[in-house]
Nanobody, 126 residues
Framework: QVQLVESGGGLVQAGGSLRLSCTTSGRTFSSSVMGWFRRAPAKEREFVAAISWNSDNTYYADSVKGRFTISRDNAKNTMYLQMNSLKPDDTAVYSC???????????????????WGQGTQVTVSS
């Protein structure tokens, strides 16, 4: 059974930091593009960041560029999202996702990601 499990969410004050983790099991994603998305209450799902299979390429939404860093450790089957200088607008459920093998393009389109985690809540207080 393929699983992506997020952890590391929580409540933090504005200006604070959190690090999210996404641990995979059931199949290897070491050759897959992976990404983070988020959904705030009453809003549509929003792309946050994506990373290539070998970490050579990353891409960020403008809203998080310079504050968030995506990374991965294929040996540990884990992807990370380091979030610094958090703002109340960053409050959302954050989900990790993976594209199927062979799809090497980083994309912001959530429909092109085949595997999803359940999400972890991040709440930033003002």
């Amino acid at each position: 059974q393929v699983q992506l499990v997020e952890s590391g969410g929580g409540l933090v004050q504005a200006g604070g930091s959190l690090r999210l983790s996404c641990t995979t099991s059931g199949r290897t994603f070491s050759s897959s593009v992976m990404g983070w998305f988020r959904r705030a209450p009453a809003k549509e799902r929003e792309f946050v960041a994506a990373i290539s299979w070998n970490s050579d390429n990353t891409y960020y939404a403008d809203s998080v560029k310079g504050r968030f860093t995506i990374s991965r450790d294929n040996a540990k089957n884990t992807m990370y999202l380091q979030m610094n200088s958090l703002k109340p607008d960053d409050t959302a459920v954050y989900s990790c996702a993976a594209r199927g093998s062979g799809n090497v393009l980083l994309t912001t389109n959530h429909n092109l990601y085949s595997y999803w985690g359940q999400g972890t809540q991040v709440t930033v207080s003002s």
